[in-house]
Every structure is written in C-alpha cells, then in structure tokens.
C-alpha cells in the first residue's frame, strides 16, 4: 500500500498563474479530504468527498480555489489565480468511512512569490 | 468553537511514560474521542480512537475517564521520535455531513534525551 499519494511535493509559482494540486487517495477508500496548513491558521479543512461527490466546501476560501474528483482514484485542487496568501502545505487525505482514522499524504508546499 | 482543551506543551524524558490530557467536556454520547500527531514537515498521522472503554493498541494507550469529559493519550516509552504536535479531536463517526475532522491548536510534546 503506497497510502495517499500527492503531487507535486513542492510548487513554487509566480503570483496570477494557475496551480493544480493532484492526489490519489487509498484504493478502496471512499472518502477524501483537501486540508491546507499555515502556521497563523492551523489545519483548515476545504472540502471533502464521500464517493467521488463533493459534500461539503464551506472551507474553500473563495471562488479562486475549486476541486474535482472525477474518479475514486485521483482527485485535484485548483487555484486560478494564486496569490502569495494561498502559500501553504495542502494536505491530502482518504478514509474507508467516518469511523475509522484518516491517512494524510505527505503534503504539497506552496509558495506563491 | 473548540470541542477540546489542551495545554499547548509539554515535555518528558525519554524513555519514560507520556501522558498527553485532553478536555472535552462538552462531549456528546454519540462523539468519539480520536488523536492524531504531527511530526514536523509531515502529514497527520492517526493514533487511536474510542468511545468510553479504554483502548490500547501497538502506538498508544487512550485512557477515557467514566464521565467521559476528559481524556488521556499515553505513550508508554517515548522516544526521540515521539516528538511531534498531539491533537485530540471529538468527532461523530457516521457517514454524512458531520464526518469531518476539525483540528486544534493540539499539544507540542517534546521529548528530551
């Protein structure tokens, strides 16, 4: 089991260009989860899925940040345009139903200069 | 609103037991108590769970007081390792809109040789 994979591990993008975040979540697992990382807000979640729908996106912070998962194997968080704010770690995460534990990837850091 | 109180550090030798407390007096009956840790530069990692009954597996020991009001995570022999940021999250495990993990601020352990 490779566990969640995400790409890339690190992106650094000028300010106004569009950035896409992939992920591929554990096979078999039902739902995922986009979380962003910043030292001043903590975890943040932004949306999640329950098989492939989205559920909830009261976390994305504005229109500029959109996700998709077309698939159970592979889903993507967008930004158009980033700004340097958006800088973070954005974290990836998948589980096999509410009771059991979440398993997070490795993350993507994005800095936006 | 935060659903858990915890002190922001704390540290032990290594070697020695680890008792992280968390508060969550305002705990439903259908709430599990999860914790997950964070090691520096890494995606969450889940811990341990559990309802009222006390719970042990090959990481931890999650002790569940009766009333159910506070907790304690217990790392039997910590480790260099074991260094990482401890949150305890309260959470419904069902499926639906109310699956989702919120975390805190958590507790920064910090384990010394």
């Known amino acids: 089991d490779a566990g969640v994979i995400q790409s890339p591990r690190h992106e650094v993008t000028e300010m106004g260009q569009e950035v896409t975040l992939r992920c591929k979540p554990i096979s078999g697992h039902n739902s995922l989860f986009w979380y962003r990382q910043t030292m001043m807000r903590g975890l943040e979640l932004l949306i999640y899925?329950?098989?492939?729908?989205?559920?909830?996106d009261s976390g994305m912070p504005e229109d500029r940040f959109s996700a998709k998962m077309p698939n159970a194997s592979f889903s993507t968080l967008k930004i158009q345009p980033s700004e340097p704010r958006d800088s973070a770690v954005y974290f990836c995460a998948s589980s096999s139903g509410a009771y059991y534990g979440y398993t997070f990837g490795s993350g993507t850091r994005l800095t936006v200069v | 609103d935060a659903k858990t109180t915890q002190p922001p550090s704390m540290d032990c030798a290594e070697g020695r037991a680890a008792n992280l407390p968390c508060n969550h007096s305002?705990?439903?009956?259908?709430?599990?108590v999860y914790w997950y840790r964070q090691i520096h530069s890494q995606g969450p990692q889940y811990i341990i769970h559990g309802l009222k009954n006390n719970e042990t597996n090959e990481m931890a020991s999650l002790i569940i007081t009766e009333d159910r009001k506070s907790s304690t995570l217990i790392l039997p022999h910590a480790t260099l390792r074991d260094t990482a940021v401890y949150y305890c999250i309260v959470r419904v495990a069902f499926t639906g809109a109310n699956s989702k993990l919120t975390f805190g601020k958590g507790i920064t352990l910090s384990v010394r040789p």
């Open positions: 899925f329950n098989n492939n729908v989205p559920i909830d």
């Open positions: 305002t705990i439903s009956g259908n709430e599990y």
